[in-house]
């Protein structure tokens, strides 16, 4: 019920903010919320679709895969944005639209000297069942464990994909991608996992299986942790918020996608 109560009052925050900014005078709306690990390039697409249709202001919001679908149900948002291997079945309510696939990818800092782990060791990390970083071939140090939040689609699919995962209770438990990556950037001991499209050189990637989270190793099918991205709308989107989504799946769209780091749907 915590957990439910909660997805309430983000929603009415949704909804308030919303608001607001829909006040703009002589300008039509869409909102668009949900997926942190989308919303950076959500932000991007929604910049050059508003220079193209300066009459439509197109907002922005995360607060995680689950609150884009409660806000896709309850009308907070035009758009919920989920990042999930499996959509929950609520959102079958919804009409989804693929437009997109993201990596998820392991990171550690540049100063870990391991340069991959397999799938078990992931889940043995993960699980608390391995400590050390010379368990898995790196030096004699305590490995922090950083995860995302209940009702990430990030933490959805990593544990979807990887399986009997049941966090350690001492793991550090972040909000958002970005602060995955900065709380990895400042611990040498860290290991977190994040968007592909997010890898920057403050942080390191790690193979899995002896595979790199590469675009062309997705292509291939041949790195495992991989999720699609949808855009869900109550019903088939129409009016402006057809014309938001068409525009990410044209080719311009789905160019910016792919040069952004993600997976372009088509």
Same mark, same amino acid.
């Given at each position: 019920?915590?957990? #439910?109560?909660? %997805? #309430?009052?983000?929603?009415?925050?949704?909804?308030?903010?919303?608001?607001?900014? $829909?006040? =703009?005078? =002589?300008? +039509?709306?869409?909102?668009?919320?949900?997926?942190?690990?989308?919303?950076?390039?959500?932000?991007?697409?929604?910049?050059? %679709?508003?220079?193209?249709?300066?009459?439509?202001?197109?907002?922005? @919001?995360?607060?995680?895969?689950?609150?884009? /679908?409660?806000? $896709?149900?309850?009308?907070?948002?035009? /758009?919920?944005?989920?990042?999930?291997?499996?959509?929950?079945?609520?959102?079958?309510?919804?009409?989804?639209?693929?437009?997109?696939?993201? &990596?998820? !990818?392991?990171?550690?800092?540049? #100063?870990?000297?391991?340069?991959?782990?397999?799938?078990?060791?992931?889940?043995?990390?993960?699980?608390?069942? !391995?400590?050390?970083?010379?368990?898995? =071939?790196? &030096?004699?140090?305590?490995?922090?464990?950083?995860? +995302?939040?209940? &009702?990430?689609?990030?933490?959805?699919?990593?544990?979807?994909?990887?399986?009997?995962?049941?966090?350690?209770?001492? $793991?550090? !438990? @972040?909000?958002?991608?970005?602060?995955?990556?900065?709380?990895?950037?400042?611990? $040498?001991?860290?290991?977190?996992?994040?968007?592909? &499209?997010? *890898?920057?050189?403050?942080?390191?990637?790690?193979? *899995?299986? =002896?595979?790199?989270?590469?675009?062309?190793?997705?292509?291939?099918?041949?790195?495992?942790?991989?999720?699609?991205?949808?855009?869900?709308?109550?019903?088939?989107?129409?009016?402006?918020?057809?014309? %938001?989504?068409?525009?990410?799946?044209?080719?311009?769209?789905?160019?910016?996608?792919?040069?952004?780091?993600?997976?372009?749907?088509?």
């Amino acid at each position: 019920m915590k957990t #439910k109560n909660l %997805f #309430k009052l983000i929603i009415a925050l949704f909804s308030a903010t919303m608001l607001l900014f $829909a006040c =703009g005078k =002589g300008r +039509r709306s869409i909102t668009a919320a949900g997926s942190t690990a989308f919303q950076p390039f959500a932000e991007k697409l929604a910049d050059q %679709f508003m220079a193209a249709n300066p009459d439509i202001n197109v907002i922005i @919001q995360g607060g995680g895969s689950a609150v884009g /679908i409660q806000s $896709a149900l309850s009308g907070a948002a035009n /758009i919920g944005m989920a990042d999930l291997v499996i959509l929950p079945p609520e959102a079958k309510a919804l009409v989804s639209s693929f437009v997109a696939r993201d &990596g998820i !990818v392991m990171i550690v800092n540049p #100063k870990n000297q391991v340069k991959g782990l397999t799938l078990q060791q992931i889940r043995d990390i993960y699980n608390g069942k !391995v400590e050390n970083w010379k368990d898995v =071939g790196g &030096g004699d140090n305590p490995i922090t464990v950083v995860s +995302r939040e209940a &009702g990430s689609g990030t933490r959805s699919s990593f544990e979807t994909i990887v399986e009997n995962i049941k966090l350690k209770k001492e $793991a550090v !438990v @972040q909000d958002s991608n970005g602060t995955v990556r900065e709380t990895v950037a400042n611990d $040498a001991n860290a290991i977190g996992y994040i968007s592909h &499209g997010l *890898i920057n050189d403050k942080i390191r990637p790690l193979a *899995i299986n =002896g595979i790199a989270c590469t675009t062309e190793e997705i292509l291939k099918g041949r790195y495992i942790l991989v999720r699609p991205i949808f855009l869900l709308t109550r019903g088939a989107p129409v009016g402006d918020v057809k014309m %938001f989504i068409d525009y990410i799946l044209s080719k311009e769209g789905q160019d910016t996608i792919k040069a952004n780091g993600l997976i372009p749907a088509k």
